[in-house]
């Protein structure tokens, strides 16, 4: 019986150092016969009843032999394996092979245009100031002397919150007027560029929000001809340093007197194409001395000082510049019209 069991023992050894896994499921095979919870030399380890007891020693140590030889077996195939398996990852490698590159991001035309109009006024010492894009009746339109029962308030389509009339999509910037006068003492020099909203049907030329910057300078003594010197400034800074621009009579119920303000046409040199409708000029923005009015409603004493404003949306120029021919391109926010904009500085 001993020697059946002795030989059986050996047969297992020999079996465990011929075997030779060549792979990683072949070793984890290995491993869960030798090594692992049920493996098959535990009935082994358990006939060391049936031994004869001066043989027990003897056996005792060829059954743990069994162990250590798969024990060993498997921690050098381990180790050759995944040295293997790491080599053959590197074979894969190709070295020319060109870097993955990562994709730039691009300024979106808006952006780009309203920071160029920021850092024009910027130099002018003009300030940025932002404000609430939900506004009350009253900063959008009332203290911009449009009262509720004015004609004018249907020059703007408006955004009623549920409070209705409480509060409002603000349609203008010249909101930021209000609430600049409101909080500082002049002199105020600000600029204030945001979005507005206005209750239109969308089509290739108009949206229901869009893009202003509204300028405001109040101090003692500021006069009509500080105004045209001022957008002068900004019409060359923007448009190139040979543009002209003429300022037309027209009514805004927070200026008086109010005008708009045309430039140059800078796509066809003011020879007449159809961006400027074969006129030569191209309307950028309405502007005007600050109505005492308002100065009033903000707390400002008419009798010391005087002011100037001007508004202009940003998307027309945005389109002008850069040839885009439908507003809403500046809306959707596709990929493949944005990336066209990578080189914009
Ligand atoms: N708020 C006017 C608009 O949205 C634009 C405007 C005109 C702003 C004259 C002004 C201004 O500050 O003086 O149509």
Not at 12 to 31: C, D, M, Y
Not at 94 to 121: C, E, M, N, V, W
Not at 168 to 195: D, E, F
């Amino acid at each position: 019986m001993s020697e059946e069991i002795f030989s059986k023992v050996h047969g297992v050894l020999a079996e465990i150092n011929a075997a030779a896994p060549s792979n990683e499921s072949e070793l984890e095979q290995f491993r869960i016969k030798y090594l692992g919870s049920k493996n098959t030399l535990k009935p082994l380890f358990g006939e060391i009843r049936n031994i004869a007891p001066e043989r027990k020693g003897e056996y005792g140590q060829l059954v743990n032999s069994l162990k250590q030889a798969a024990e060993a077996k498997f921690n050098v195939l381990k180790s050759t394996l995944s040295n293997k398996a790491d080599a053959q990852e590197s074979e894969g490698l190709d070295l020319t092979a060109p870097g993955l590159s990562r994709r730039l991001g691009a300024r979106h035309p808006i952006s780009a245009t309203q920071d160029k109009i920021i850092s024009i006024f910027g130099r002018m010492g003009f300030a940025v100031a932002e404000d609430r894009e939900i506004e009350d009746d009253w900063h959008n339109f009332t203290a911009m002397n449009t009262p509720e029962d004015h004609p004018a308030r249907d020059m703007q389509d408006t955004f009623y919150l549920r409070d209705y009339p409480k509060r409002l999509l603000r349609t203008h910037t010249s909101s930021v007027q209000s609430r600049t006068m409101k909080a500082n003492k002049p002199p105020i020099r600000i600029i204030a560029p945001g979005r507005v909203y206005r209750n239109e049907t969308i089509s290739a030329r108009a949206h229901c929000q869009f893009h202003q910057v509204e300028g405001l300078y109040i101090d003692k003594k500021v006069s009509f001809a500080d105004m045209k010197q001022t957008l002068l400034f900004f019409a060359k800074e923007m448009y190139g340093p040979d543009s002209k621009i003429r300022l037309r009579p027209s009514y805004f119920p927070f200026t008086e007197p109010s005008a708009e303000m045309d430039v140059s046409c800078f796509i066809c040199d003011a020879k007449g194409c159809s961006v400027c409708k074969y006129t030569g000029w191209v309307e950028i923005l309405g502007c005007g001395m600050v109505d005492p009015e308002v100065l009033k409603n903000c707390d400002i004493d008419p009798e010391s000082y005087t002011g100037f404003a001007f508004g202009m949306g940003i998307e027309r120029q945005a389109m002008m510049r850069y040839k885009i021919n439908d507003i809403r391109l500046l809306f959707e926010n596709d990929v493949r019209f944005l990336k066209q904009f990578q080189s914009v500085h």
